[in-house]
């Protein structure tokens, strides 16, 4: 019997970074890329990318919601990828879709695991449990200081929200967390420094990602 044939391949593609690491630029231009090379792509974003996630959204990152002790965060962040992965990203990698989300589980384990102190591996668990162990297949990381972050966020002379408000240390603790979780896995990320030219940085990602399509496409027909 001959079976049909597959699908082709989905993709599910995370930036992550400190914030001002440019994450939002970089998702943009790959996104715009890959459309011309004549992909479909979903962009989206965490938290949100579902009416449920947008309010869990503005609940968690808003200043005046009154006091949100650090389990709670996480569990609100929790429940919004929860959303996430099962009306969005599992979906549309099933059709075949390019999934191009602005941050992922890695931002709890940073944020919330390492920057709050609930533990990385509690938050990994939570959020496995929250996502039905769905992992992206690249995360791009960019790799921002402290320091370089504020300078960036305060050029873009945006208000700061309650996670970005926090002192340099807790930027601190985030980066170094990102970088270990990059260093555990090297096959599932691309770790570049933020501080590179932006044209620079969109071709490293492109490549990386069309490699990586050209693979997985090739492994799973
Ligand atoms: P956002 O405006 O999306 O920031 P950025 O443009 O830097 O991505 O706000 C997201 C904020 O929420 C950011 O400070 C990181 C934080 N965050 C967590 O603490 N945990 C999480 O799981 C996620 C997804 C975000």
């Known amino acids: 019997m001959t079976l049909p044939p597959s ?47 947008e309010k869990l959204r503005s609940l968690v990152l808003d200043h005046g919601q009154g006091e949100i002790d650090a389990r709670c965060e996480a569990l609100i962040f929790a429940a919004a990828r929860a959303a996430h992965t099962a009306q969005v990203i599992a979906p549309a990698v099933a059709r075949g879709e390019i999934v191009i989300s602005d941050r992922y589980i890695d931002s709890s384990i940073a944020y919330q695991g390492a920057g709050r102190g609930l533990g990385t591996a509690a938050v990994r668990q939570l959020n496995e449990w929250a996502t039905e162990g769905l992992w992206p297949d690249l995360t791009v990381l960019l790799d921002v200081t402290p320091e370089d972050g504020r300078d960036r966020r305060t050029a873009a002379d945006a208000a700061e929200d309650r996670l970005e408000s926090e002192p340099d240390d807790f930027h601190a603790d985030i980066r170094h967390s990102f970088l270990e979780l990059a260093a555990a896995h090297p096959e599932r990320y691309l770790v570049l420094a933020a501080r590179l030219p932006i044209p620079e940085l969109a071709a ?18």
Not at 32 to 46: I, S, Y
């Open 7 to 53: 699908p082709p391949a989905g993709l599910f593609i995370a930036f992550e970074g400190g914030d001002g690491a440019g994450k939002s630029t970089q998702a943009a231009l790959l996104t715009a890329a890959l459309r011309a090379d004549g992909h479909v792509v979903l962009r989206t974003r965490e938290p949100g990318g579902t009416p449920v996630g």
């Open 204 to 221: 490293a990602i492109h490549a990386r990602v069309l490699a990586l399509r050209a693979r997985l496409g090739a492994g799973r027909t």
